[in-house]
């Protein structure tokens, strides 16, 4: 059974960067569509990125365009979103999430996606 662990959260000042990964266990990544998602106090759950299983292709939610990067690692199973120039509305407990299904320039999860336990990200003002 696939198992994904997600790393890197933390405390930011805005403008700052970090690097949150996601690994798993159990199974490769390598045929899942993969994706990041986050969640803010008060708020659903929304999409971040997605990065396609064969391809490679990357989409984002227009708000971390310019700033967000999705990438992943087949051999080491691991999905990767680097942040880059990070706002205070960018705080939330941020989520990777493997078995999408990639439309239209987003990823939507169905009743087989599978996820990681969450990683807190906090930017200051």
């Known amino acids: 059974q696939l198992q994904l662990v997600e790393s890197g959260g933390g405390l930011v000042q805005s403008g700052g960067s970090l690097r949150l990964s996601c690994a798993a266990s159990g199974r490769t990544l390598s045929s899942y569509n993969l994706g990041w998602f986050r969640q803010a106090p008060g708020k659903e759950r929304e999409f971040v990125a997605t990065?396609?299983?064969?391809?490679?292709?990357?989409s984002y939610v227009d708000s971390v365009k310019g700033r967000f990067i999705i990438s992943r690692d087949n051999v080491k199973s691991t999905v990767y979103l680097q942040m880059n120039s990070l706002k205070p509305e960018d705080t939330a407990v941020y989520y990777c999430?493997?078995?999408?299904?990639?439309?239209?320039?987003?990823?939507?999860?169905?009743?087989?996606?599978?996820w990681g336990q969450g990683t807190q990200v906090t930017v200051s003002s």
């Open positions: 990065i396609t299983w064969n391809r490679g292709i990357t």
């Open positions: 999430a493997a078995g999408l299904n990639v439309i239209g320039g987003t990823a939507v999860p169905t009743s087989r996606t599978m």
